[in-house]
């Protein structure tokens, strides 16, 4: 990806042009080095500006940014769940983009962050699994949600949400492929093929679509890598009635190809 393109998704930048300038003014630094313009950047590279904090207190709120651009989805003034919460990356973001309210919910206890504790706007729920039935009233009910889940496949965590959202609203989920590949050796080693990824998102989009009231309508890769630089990808997924299942086959071929070329870039 662009260097200039990445400042945007990573919340640094409001648009390109702002980031082409502060690439230009010497403002931005990829691995503790001054960036050139029309760099080039992987996953793994380390992007901060001079002078300044990263835009979101812990590192999954810029993977979550870039999905929310690449979406257009906009939690703005809506009340939002973010499941898997840990230290709060999504919550966080979500609190950004100016979500009125966001339940910060995780079956750990003690991990969201101090600051996102003691927020006005979040609810936190910690020591709660996404299954416990307290989460199907809440008040008021969430119309956004999120997702990071580990060993969980989003074949049984999206049906959860579809019923916490009481049937209606938008979900971004983090789509972890070694939590979704039914091969027991990648599982067992965390290494999965560059050809498996496609069909892999295509049997689960195809999978979560054909269930009522579901539609995935839009796929990306993640801005930011996983844990040991795994490679993952946002489902953008609408629950309602009337619902358009569009086709995602180009899109998956081209994120797919946008997430090895960056795996690459390493």
Do not use: W
Not at 33 to 47: C, K
Not at 86 to 113: E, M, N, P, R, W
């Amino acid at each position: 990806m662009g260097l200039a393109q990445q400042l945007v998704a990573m919340g640094l930048a409001e648009n390109v042009r702002e980031a082409q300038a502060i690439i230009m003014a010497g403002k931005a630094l990829v691995n503790d080095q001054p960036a050139r313009a029309g760099m080039v950047v992987s996953a793994r590279d380390d992007i901060r500006l001079r002078g300044v904090k990263s835009a979101y207190l812990a590192r999954g709120g810029a993977k979550l940014a870039g999905a929310l651009g690449r979406f257009e989805a906009d939690p703005g003034g809506r009340v939002c769940l973010d499941a898997g919460a840990s230290t709060g990356g999504f919550t966080d973001c979500l609190i950004k983009h100016g979500a009125k309210k966001v339940y910060a919910v995780d079956v750990g206890y003690g991990q969201l962050l101090g600051s996102l504790r003691q927020h006005d706007r979040v609810v936190n729920l910690e020591r709660t699994n996404l299954s416990d039935p307290k989460l199907l009233s809440l008040e008021p009910k969430p119309t956004f949600a999120t997702c990071d889940l580990s060993y969980l496949s989003l074949r049984e965590a999206v049906p959860v949400y579809q019923r916490i959202l009481g049937g209606e609203g938008t979900l971004v989920c983090l789509v972890k492929p070694l939590f979704e590949v039914s091969d027991p050796l990648a599982r067992r080693t965390g290494e999965i093929e560059g050809s498996a990824y496609a069909p892999l998102l295509a049997d689960l989009a195809d999978f979560l679509s054909s269930l009522q009231g579901i539609a995935v309508v839009d796929v990306c890769p993640s801005p930011v890598r996983g844990n040991r630089g795994t490679v993952e990808f946002f489902f953008h997924i609408m629950v309602g009635l009337s619902l358009v299942r569009p086709a995602l086959d180009k899109r998956i071929a081209a994120s797919v190809e946008q997430a090895l070329m960056e795996r690459t870039d390493v």
